[in-house]
């Protein structure tokens, strides 16, 4: 079984940047894709970013140039660095784990992220 844990949401002010942090138990973490989602009320949880196990990354394209993913395997721990952050940006953020073998999504709890104007 996989768990995923994220940290790294809070209040912040419009222009400002937070971290997110998600750690992975398990021994799958390396091989699979790791990505970060996130879901505004009243709307879709949409997809955010994305590193594959060879680290290559993509993103939705509004926040191109401001959010950065990475992955440190030693860790098994994936971050969300947020840069120039808009209130537009609040939501509730969940890291996703997609185990390719068995088409499984494993889901974090959510961390909450406010940006004020």
């Known amino acids: 079984q996989v768990q995923l844990v994220e940290s790294g949401g809070g209040l912040v002010q419009a222009g400002g940047s937070l971290r997110l942090s998600c750690a992975a138990s398990g021994s799958i973490f390396r091989v699979n894709p790791m990505r970060w989602y996130r879901q505004a009320p009243g709307k879709q949880r949409e997809l955010v970013a994305g590193?594959?196990?060879?680290?290559?990354?993509n993103y939705e394209d509004s926040v191109k140039g401001r959010f950065t993913i990475s992955r440190d395997n030693t860790k098994n721990t994936v971050y969300l660095q947020m840069n120039s952050l808009k209130p537009e940006d609040t939501a509730v953020y969940y890291c996703?784990?997609?185990?390719?073998?068995?088409?499984?999504?494993?889901w974090g709890q959510g961390t909450q992220v406010t940006v004020s104007s």
């Open positions: 590193i594959t196990s060879g680290g290559s990354t």
């Open positions: 996703n784990l997609y185990r390719v073998l068995s088409r499984i999504d494993y």
